[in-house]
């Protein structure tokens, strides 16, 4: 386990329980297990093997993180730079597009779901920076499994959700638990702040903090993020299941085989034989001012090894073979498992004849596992963006404001090829221009009809 790794305090949870909150915390010890192996530190990595009575001997497996490749790839795969976010009102969506380019929504937002994929769950959370009773900001707070407590859920969904995280004020570090509750009075959602210090709280308005915001709208101010995988581990539970939960053995195949190649590499180094008889003599001083006679050595490197002059040779070397080859087949063959079991098809992961890993859209076209995955995830990640991005135009003003979020589908379909199609359609006339800047470039109707409107007269097919 990392030396700092994140873990609620218990102050936290009994802060939620004297408020008589019992937060989902059934799926600790699994996050606390995929975290392990989503940061190479799980006990597979190091291990004391014993070696004799009374002794043991340190074991260190090399690895190429591929539980963290997994994740980090459906990350990329899933919100990249062609993400779109639009609202279906002209101001909102101007206002929602430079709120996710200012706080790098989409950006910054792919550590999360790369997280939320390893853990099995994650949060977009919204934070309000307030002045004179007045939202200067608003921030798009991330969390992953490990911060994420669940007060009301069902099965569908989660409708609050306490957060837990360290905040540094004034140079000093704090436990903060924010809860997102609906308020019974006032209909709306409210943002309870409490900060502590060493196991106790602390004022957290003295410190510049609003303790309970209402951020005056019923919309959700939070979004759990989860892979489309059915959590069998705790059966009723808010959070998710890990995308390479079911692959843990393939992990342990893939850093098996890389560790035996580089061991391989290592023992069949050549070595060369040289004579005592080639060694340089010296004297050098001891502790105690005394002479004594060493040996001088030509490299410290291991690769020579001094042998007695009565041996014939004065040099000789030796040059194991090296069993690449059958190390080599059994990486791919658990790369093409490890693929398979995370839901990119067994050839995602394949090693190429040059050492390299294919791209996705290398084998996008024979890999019908991964264009439906990547459709079954993306569903619950855009549905997950829209419920933030649809609270923050409602507080920045546009209360009766939808957002849509389109995730990059090139992966699933050729948008060149869909893009032509629809340009010839409507240049015959059987569809409007304006839903071909609608579908591809996330303009809201209103907006794209403007834009359409402003190509009449022009030679553009979109002026149709």
Same mark, same amino acid.
């Given at each position: 386990?990392?030396?700092? &790794? ?41 291990? #004391? ?12 497996? =090399? ?12 990350? @990329? ?8 976010? *639009? ?29 939320? $994929? ?11 920076? %307030?002045?004179?009773? %007045?939202? @200067?900001? +608003? ?98 539970? *808010? ?9 843990? &053995? ?24 040289? &004579?005592?008889?080639? $060694? ?24 020579? +090894?001094? /042998? &007695? ?5 004065? +040099? @000789? ?17 658990? =790369? ?7 839901? $990119? ?59 849509? /979020?389109?995730?990059? #589908?090139?992966? +699933? ?13 409507? @240049?015959?006339?059987? %569809? ?33």
């Amino acid at each position: 386990m990392a030396s700092d &790794s994140y873990s609620v305090p218990e102050c936290v949870l009994e802060a939620l329980a004297d408020a008589g909150m019992a937060p989902d915390t059934s799926m600790a010890s699994r996050i606390a297990e995929w975290w392990g192996w989503y940061t190479s530190t799980a006990g597979f990595y190091d291990q #004391d093997v014993l070696v004799g009575e009374g002794r043991t001997m340190h074991r260190h497996r =090399l690895t190429i993180h591929p539980a963290r490749r997994v994740c980090r790839e459906w990350a @990329s795969l899933l919100l990249n730079d062609d993400t779109t976010i *639009a609202a279906d009102d002209a101001d909102a969506d101007t206002w929602l597009k430079g709120w996710a380019a200012d706080t790098s929504l989409v950006q910054r937002g792919q550590g999360m779901v790369e997280r939320a $994929f390893a853990l099995g769950t994650g949060a977009w959370a919204l934070s309000f920076d %307030v002045e004179d009773d %007045v939202v @200067s900001a +608003i921030r798009p707070r991330r969390y992953d499994a490990r911060q994420v407590l669940p007060i009301s859920w069902d099965e569908d969904e989660c409708s609050e959700c306490a957060f837990a995280s360290r905040a540094r004020v004034r140079g000093r570090t704090y436990d903060q638990l924010q809860v997102h509750e609906l308020d019974a009075e006032t209909g709306t959602y409210h943002v309870l702040t409490r900060l502590f210090s060493d196991g106790k709280e602390v004022d957290a308005e003295a410190l510049g903090m609003v303790a309970d915001f209402d951020a005056g709208t019923d919309r959700q101010t939070f979004a759990l993020v989860r892979p489309a995988i059915e959590n069998v581990y705790s059966d009723g539970s *808010a959070m998710g299941q890990s995308v390479f939960a079911d692959a843990t &053995s393939a992990i342990v195949a893939v850093d098996n085989a890389f560790d035996s190649i580089v061991r391989e590499i290592d023992a069949t180094k050549v070595k060369t034989f040289v &004579s005592d008889q080639l $060694f340089g003599v010296g004297t050098r001083l001891d502790a105690y001012g005394a002479e004594r006679r060493v040996v001088q050595l030509p490299s410290p490197d291991d690769s020579i +090894i001094r /042998v &007695s002059s009565q041996d014939s040779d004065l +040099i @000789s070397t030796f040059a194991p073979e090296v069993r690449i080859d059958p190390l080599r087949q059994a990486l791919d063959v658990a =790369l093409d498992e490890l693929g398979d079991l995370t839901g $990119f098809g067994p050839q995602y992961f394949a090693l190429e004849r040059t050492g390299g890993l294919k791209t996705a859209t290398e084998v996008a076209a024979d890999s019908s596992a991964l264009m439906r995955n990547v459709a079954k995830h993306g569903h619950l990640l855009s549905a997950a963006l829209e419920t933030v991005c649809d609270a923050a135009v409602a507080i920045a003003g546009w209360p009766d404001a939808s957002a849509s /979020v389109g995730l990059d #589908d090139s992966i +699933i379909a050729d948008t060149a090829s869909g893009k032509a199609q629809m340009l010839s359609e409507v @240049s015959a006339g059987l %569809v409007p221009g304006w839903m071909y800047l609608q579908r591809f470039y996330g303009l809201s109707e209103e907006e794209a009809r403007g834009r359409a409107q402003e190509a009449a007269g022009a030679s553009s097919p979109l002026a149709v």
